[in-house]
């Protein structure tokens, strides 16, 4: 008798603290055609994706350091920034 077989969970990892942690476990952010970043909250909009921790302490560092910019291939407009600022605000602290 064989053991049953474990599903396979995607993983991807935080582009602020590098952490490899279970895809549901990360918000996603798209790239859209024209260099929005967007919210993914269900993980399947087109474009390029980058994830990040639901922690403020990831999204400041994703947001200050440009690694947002790097990980999308895109330069990030002022006023997305700050609405991804925003966002980051509603989420736990560290």
Known sequence: MM???????????????????????LIRLASTENGIAEIDVFGNKPGRGAYLCPKKTCWELALRKNRLDYALR???????????????HNLEGS
């Open 3 to 25: 053991g049953a077989k474990s599903k396979h969970l995607p993983q991807r990892t935080c582009i602020a603290c590098r952490q490899i942690k279970e895809k549901k476990a």
């Open 74 to 88: 895109t330069k990030l407009h002022d006023d997305n920034q700050q609405t991804l600022r925003e966002y980051s």
